[in-house]
């Protein structure tokens, strides 16, 4: 949610603006990247009307978005002073709880929620959520099935369920689960790199059709690129795997980890030493203390017949970990 949450706001007060003048907020701040402004006129908003309570929640949202979420939780019971009986209050809060670990906190405000609205299908999936954390799994299972009860399409209990299944070790469940999440909702994004990570693990190459399906979703996800990458060059598809990587640095041209993957396929797997060297290169200019970069851009000079280059790298690699038994062995290959 953070990494949209301004374009969540700006589209909590298109809809606030079709109704209250009072409660109107000008979006145009959020739009121009101009939070200060924003919250500026929220606060303003506030002032003149300090009994609605949507105005609280969007302040709850800013700030969450800002990351400030014990600021965001205070916001929220503001809400909940002028609408105690809006259980949307209390799940948010309990989200907020949750992310910043205070699942004691979380509870007793979904237990407020539950006991106005047993029903209620936010409050159960956050406090199936907050089971899955705490590793209660059958608790966690029946919150989720509570809300298949009232709503047998919802494709956030299917997918919650998954991941309890996941963390109990139960991986046939749990891919029936996600599976099912994506039946209900062809666009969920998670349950689509959940399930590409399990027949990943597996070996089965449906991971590849459930890893593009989240990029159908998200074509920007380096998360799932990089998955994707290491599937098919653990599967042997080098040169396939070569092009997602590439296309991480497409995205992120620092991204260290594409990098060193690339060059440790031309170094390992079709001997491009050049193009090695060049890779572990870029990745050591992204996180210089990689001691296993600076160890292979040893070995590619080892190979090359550069013996004093190579000396030179296994020691900078040894100064940086002096535990590194690979440049240790490399000195003593070339007899130090």
């Known amino acids: 949610m953070l990494k949209h949450g301004l374009f969540i706001i700006s589209f909590s007060i298109?809809?606030?603006?079709?109704?209250?003048?009072?409660?109107?907020?000008?979006?145009?701040?959020?739009?121009?990247?101009?939070?200060?402004?924003?919250?500026?006129?929220?606060?303003?908003?506030?002032?003149?009307?300090?009994?609605?309570?949507?105005?609280?929640?969007?302040?709850?949202?800013?700030?969450?978005?800002?990351?400030?979420?014990?600021?965001?939780?205070?916001?929220?019971?503001?809400?909940?002073?002028?609408?105690?009986?809006?259980?949307?209050?209390?799940?948010?809060?309990?989200?907020?709880?949750?992310?910043?670990?205070?699942?004691?906190?979380?509870?007793?405000?979904?237990?407020?929620?539950?006991?106005?609205?047993?029903?209620?299908?936010?409050?159960?999936?956050?406090?199936?959520?907050?089971?899955?954390?705490?590793?209660?799994?059958?608790?966690?299972?029946?919150?989720?099935?509570?809300?298949?009860?009232?709503?047998?399409?919802?494709?956030?209990?299917?997918?919650?369920?998954?991941?309890?299944?996941?963390?109990?070790?139960?991986?046939?469940?749990?891919?029936?689960?996600?599976?099912?999440?994506?039946?209900?909702?062809?666009?969920?994004?998670?349950?689509?790199?959940?399930?590409?990570?399990l027949y990943a693990i597996a070996g089965n190459d449906m991971a590849i059709d459930f890893y593009n399906n989240a990029l159908r979703i998200d074509s920007s996800s380096i998360e799932v690129l990089y998955n994707r990458g290491l599937f098919e060059q653990s599967n042997n598809r080098v040169r396939t795997a070569l092009k997602t990587y590439s296309e991480i640095l497409k995205l992120d041209s620092a991204d260290a980890k594409a990098h060193y993957n690339k060059g440790y396929i031309y170094l390992t797997q079709i001997d491009e030493l050049d193009s090695a060297a060049m890779s572990f290169e870029a990745s050591i200019q992204a996180i210089p203390n990689w001691t296993d970069a600076v160890y292979n851009l040893g070995l590619v000079a080892e190979l090359k017949g550069n013996r004093e280059e190579a000396l030179q790298y296994y020691k900078n690699a040894l100064a940086l970990d002096p535990t590194h038994t690979l440049s240790a062995k490399g000195l003593s290959r070339l007899g130090i």
């Open 14 to 197: 298109c809809l606030l603006s079709c109704g209250d003048k009072s409660s109107r907020v000008d979006s145009t701040a959020v739009n121009n990247n101009s939070p200060s402004s924003y919250i500026d006129s929220l606060n303003k908003a506030i002032v003149e009307n300090p009994s609605n309570a949507k105005l609280f929640v969007l302040r709850a949202e800013y700030y969450e978005s800002q990351n400030d979420l014990v600021r965001a939780a205070e916001e929220l019971d503001r809400a909940k002073v002028i609408e105690p009986e809006n259980c949307s209050h209390y799940s948010q809060k309990a989200k907020l709880l949750i992310a910043l670990r205070n699942y004691q906190g979380a509870v007793g405000e979904l237990q407020k929620c539950l006991a106005q609205n047993p029903e209620d299908v936010g409050a159960n999936l956050v406090m199936a959520e907050l089971l899955l954390r705490t590793e209660a799994y059958d608790e966690a299972v029946s919150f989720a099935d509570r809300v298949l009860k009232v709503d047998v399409f919802n494709d956030e209990a299917y997918f919650i369920k998954g991941m309890i299944f996941k963390s109990a070790g139960d991986t046939s469940r749990a891919i029936s689960s996600f599976l099912t999440a994506t039946e209900q909702n062809n666009s969920h994004y998670e349950a689509f790199l959940q399930l590409g990570l």
